[in-house]
Every structure is written in C-alpha cells, then in structure tokens.
C-alpha cells in the first residue's frame, strides 16, 4: 500500500480558516483520484470532497460547498483541503484518501492517511 501523511489540523475559531495537506509516500505511482473524508464522534466517515487525477473535476459535499476548496499538485504528489469560514459542525478527524496503481508492481492501492483532528470552537 502508499502510505498518505496528512498535516494542517489544528484548533480554530469560528468563521476562521485552515488547510489541510497530504502527501503520498512512494515512487512510481499513477494516483487517480485523491479525496478528503471526515469522521465526526460517533459518526459514519463522510466524503468531503475529492478531485479527479488531472484535477479538472471535482465532487463537494453539500455541507461545505462554498466554503470548503480541493485541489492537487501532481508533480508534488500532494493534496490539500482549504477550509474557510469554519462552523462547529465541521469538527472532526479528516483523512486523506487516494488509489491508483503501483507502476513497479503493477497492482492497485486504495489508501487512508491516519487522520488529522480539526476541531472548531463557537
């Protein structure tokens, strides 16, 4: 499997802003889609938004369009999540998710990072 790494969580204010990033460990990846997924306490983990390999489509939640933004950096095996005017609602653990395949081997990969916590007071 590709090991994901997230950072960019953090605690934040109402109204404030933060960015989330992921990188993928590995060479000789073709990665196709990379996406954001959230898990609330006690909840199911939810899509939040994803972004197709060339980066020209992209899938929102509901809940965060307008606020929330997805793009990717191919060259840089990277992803990231701009998160602005944040609500309480948004708190929650956010993990990184990509598959693709492993050139080298010639076989799929469909990763999760560990999960970084982003947690909004009122």
């Known amino acids: 499997q590709v090991r994901l790494v997230e950072s960019g969580g953090g605690l934040v204010q109402t109204g404030g802003s933060l960015r989330l990033s992921c990188v993928a460990a590995?060479?000789?990846?073709?990665?196709?889609?990379m996406g954001w997924y959230r898990q609330a306490p006690g909840q199911q983990r939810d899509l939040v938004a994803r972004v197709s390999s060339g980066g020209d489509s992209t899938e929102i939640a509901d809940s965060v369009k307008g606020r929330f933004t997805i793009s990717r950096d191919n060259a840089k095996k990277m992803v990231y999540l701009q998160m602005n005017n944040l609500k309480p609602e948004d708190t929650a653990v956010y993990y990184c998710?990509?598959?693709?395949?492993?050139?080298?081997?010639?076989?799929?990969?469909?990763?999760w990072g560990q999960g970084t916590q982003v947690t909004v007071s009122s």
């Open positions: 590995g060479n000789r990846l073709h990665i196709n889609s």
């Open positions: 998710h990509a598959e693709g395949v492993l050139l080298s081997m010639s076989r799929t990969f469909d990763s």
